[in-house]
């Protein structure tokens, strides 16, 4: 168990709908990064929080946003959802701001978009 | 741009056969190099990392890996594998601190 909590594991929705993904990180950890995980495209980089702030920025669509809370939970949201959002969304905390240590992993949620 | 190759899609080995998943990197500046693993239906785990320091680095579950600053690599390695070891492997690089950037990863197969 790396700690790290993502809600819901699996969900199912139509084209065009939005969706919330819940992440509560590793007690004690200040970063929160958000992956999305394909077959055709591997482990993409959404995008870091550290200690409420946004912090770097990857591969993230304008139709998704996200934001990390005071209790330091975050939320990763998507909106007009399209076919190709269809993956597993990771959601992964760490100490530090910086990338230098370790990553502590959720279990992921699986969004299917029919 | 930072990237990071792993040039085997999948490798397969035999049960207490030496293994090897291989990774190779481009990234400007200091590399900060990692491997995690993934088993079915789970979340990345970290296995290792190299900051600095010696070229060898070891890691959980026996495995380890060396860097090789000429050939810009970072391969993972365990001298004997099991069957249990099957699974989902990434190589990821944070150049100079900054974000992870991940391999493609290699499925490795120890076959029984």
């Known amino acids: 168990d790396s700690g790290v909590t993502q809600t819901p594991k699996h969900l199912i929705t139509a084209t065009g709908q939005r969706v919330t993904l819940r992440c509560s990180p590793r007690s004690g950890d200040l970063s929160v990064y958000w992956y999305q995980q394909s077959l055709d495209q591997g482990l993409q980089f959404l995008i870091q929080?550290?200690?409420?702030?946004?912090?770097a920025k990857g591969n993230i669509l304008e139709r998704f946003s996200a934001q990390q809370f005071p209790d330091l939970h975050s939320e990763l949201n998507l909106s007009s959802l399209e076919l190709g959002d269809s993956a597993l969304y990771f959601c992964?905390?760490?100490?530090?701001?910086?990338?230098?240590?370790?990553?502590?992993f959720g279990e992921g949620s699986r969004l299917t978009v029919l | 741009a930072q990237s990071v190759a792993q040039p085997e899609d999948q490798v397969n080995v035999a049960e207490r056969n030496p293994l090897t998943v291989k990774c190779t990197y481009s990234?400007?500046?200091?590399?900060?190099l990692f491997w995690y693993v993934q088993y079915p239906n789970r979340g990345l785990q970290f296995l290792l990392k190299?900051?600095?320091?010696?070229?060898l680095v070891k890691g959980s579950y026996g495995f380890e890996a060396e860097f090789n600053k000429s050939q810009t690599s970072f391969h993972l390695k365990k001298p004997s594998a099991l069957v249990s070891d099957s699974a989902l492997y990434f190589c990821?690089?944070?150049?100079?601190?900054?974000?992870?950037?991940f391999g493609p990863g290699t499925r490795l197969s120890v076959l029984p």
């Open positions: 990234v400007s500046g200091n590399p900060y």
């Open positions: 990821a690089v944070t150049p100079g601190g900054q974000n992870f950037v």
């Open positions: 992964a905390s760490s100490v530090e701001g910086l990338a230098l240590g370790e990553l502590f």
């Open positions: 190299y900051i600095t320091g010696d070229n």
């Open positions: 929080y550290y200690n409420g702030e946004e912090r």
